[in-house]
């Protein structure tokens, strides 16, 4: 009897060592196939969309900005947020040249566009009081000395935004930028 199962552990050792080395290919192919697929399907959820110099924009990176700035500007396009991005990254590239340093990426921007831009703005009184007096129904009776700050922090941001275009438009001539996300 003891011989019986002897070879009865021989032979179902062997049949599984036979069974085993014919699997064994087969589950690494099936292995293989199946991280392969992985990461196609990872690549095509994430894709390079955009070079700004040395720094790429991946689809991902520009689904979660989007989604953010969505919650406080709702009607703002991909392509909208997507040039955002890179005015963001050519900004940060400036300032990091120019060795500015902050705590986050967005304070580094704020520095950059304080020193580079709003600090050689100023707004003369006299165009103050002017938009003053073309727009007086907008300040309801109200004095030139009640609303003068008003005005002025209007006018200056008024002035940051159009030169801050410039700049960027300047910025962006010096870069190499490669979109290959493409819209309707």
């Known amino acids: 009897m003891m011989r019986f199962g002897n070879h009865t552990d021989k032979f179902t050792f062997k049949l599984r060592r036979r069974i085993f080395s014919r699997a064994l290919p087969v589950l690494i192919l099936l292995l293989f196939v199946v991280s392969a697929a992985s990461v196609c399907h990872a690549a095509l959820l994430d894709r390079v969309i955009a070079y700004v ?19 406080t500007a709702p009607d703002i396009t991909e392509e909208e947020t997507l040039n955002s991005m890179i005015n963001a990254l050519l900004m940060l590239q400036k300032a990091k040249k120019m ?23 100023s707004v003369g009184e006299d165009k103050i ?3 003053y007096d073309k727009n007086k129904p907008l300040f309801k009776n109200q004095e030139f000395a009640a609303v003068r700050e008003e005005i002025e922090r209007y006018l200056i941001e008024l002035e940051t935004n159009i030169r801050l275009k410039e700049h960027l438009k300047e910025l962006r001539t010096d870069a190499n930028i490669v979109i290959r996300l493409k819209y309707k």
């Open 53 to 71: 110099d040395d720094r790429a924009i991946t689809y991902s990176e520009l689904r979660d900005r989007h989604s953010i700035v969505q919650k």
């Open 129 to 131: 009081r002017e938009y």
């Open 99 to 121: 060795r500015f340093e902050a705590p986050t990426e967005d304070d580094l921007i704020k520095e950059y566009m304080e020193v580079n831009i709003k600090s050689r703005i």
